[in-house]
């Protein structure tokens, strides 16, 4: 790998006014406690955690606060909308984690993870009202980035609306299936890279296991968040690291370039000069 692309491979993420050493950013939720949270939020690596700043989603079942669990010198918190159905829900909820991080003085008050859900069921992206959020919390002053589905003409037009950050599903969240349709996330990639090769796309939602994180990253994305991958693995801590490894390596492997894909084999070690060698007949009449 040349000098240039060493340096490519290590630039830190980007994001706005915002700049992340860690490509990999996770969740806050669904773990079993708050202090396997704090355990697995330091094994990440990360240095930015989301967090679903509705009040219920704040407390545990015996009223401890989830914010009283994370170190704000070390994370940049990345507030987001979970649990909105229609833009003027998650334009409220937006302001509300301003105000919160505002209140916390923590950097990542001007900014929003933005969802806008369809259904309960599938925890799709609703494509209409998450263009109109966008839109609105652009015009407020928050830099925005947007969960979408993997459908490029969407991500394009979120990026005209100014969206910071496009975020394409790997496939529904908590679903554990992958990266689904890599090849839409390659023409994502294209059409918001295309003539700004800087702009970040970050796959949001559905990888299971290092190996979707380390494909995600391979294809070329900026980065990857998750949540449930972690927080429902059987161990946590472990998967965490395992994250952390598996977004080095794809963004390595993807700076480094992959060979190509071939029918046969093609022989590691030179064949000439091997003593009493003979060449198989390979030919159809044989």
Not at 26 to 35: F, I, M, P, Q
Not at 179 to 184: F, H, K, Q, Y
Not at 214 to 240: C, Q, S, W, Y
Request: glycine share 8%.
């Amino acid at each position: 790998m040349s000098l240039a692309e060493t340096s490519a491979a290590d630039a830190p993420l980007v994001l706005g006014t915002h700049t992340l050493q860690s490509r990999l950013i996770v969740g806050t939720g669904k773990y079993d406690t708050l202090e396997l949270m704090q355990q697995s939020l330091e094994a990440s690596g990360s240095e930015c955690v989301t967090v679903a700043v509705r009040r219920e989603r704040l407390y545990d079942p015996t009223g401890r606060n989830l914010l009283d669990y994370i170190d704000f010198h070390r994370y940049t918190l990345l507030p987001n909308t979970a649990g909105c159905y229609n833009a003027r829900d998650a334009v409220r909820t937006a302001k509300l984690g301003r105000e919160i991080l505002l209140g916390l003085e923590n950097p990542g008050a001007d900014w929003v993870k933005l969802e806008v859900l369809a259904d309960t069921k599938t925890l799709l992206p609703d494509p209409v009202e998450t263009v109109l959020a966008c839109e609105q919390l652009v015009e407020l002053g928050f830099q925005v980035l947007c969960y979408t589905t993997d459908d490029p003409v969407i991500a394009k037009r979120l990026k005209q609306v100014g969206a910071t950050a496009v975020m394409p599903a790997g496939s529904p969240i908590g679903s554990g299936q992958g990266i689904l349709n890599p090849n839409n996330i390659r023409i994502c990639l294209e059409y918001l890279k295309g003539e700004d090769p800087n702009y970040p796309v970050i796959v949001d939602a559905g990888v299971g296991t290092a190996s979707d994180v380390a494909f995600a990253m391979e294809l070329g994305v900026d980065g990857v968040l998750l949540n449930t991958a972690i927080a429902h693995a059987k161990d946590p801590v472990r998967m965490a690291h395992a994250m952390r490894y598996a977004t080095e390596a794809g963004r390595l492997a993807y700076h480094s370039g992959r060979i190509p894909r071939r029918l046969y084999a093609s022989a590691s070690s030179p064949e000439d000069g091997v003593i009493g060698r003979t060449r198989p007949n390979t030919s159809p009449e044989s």
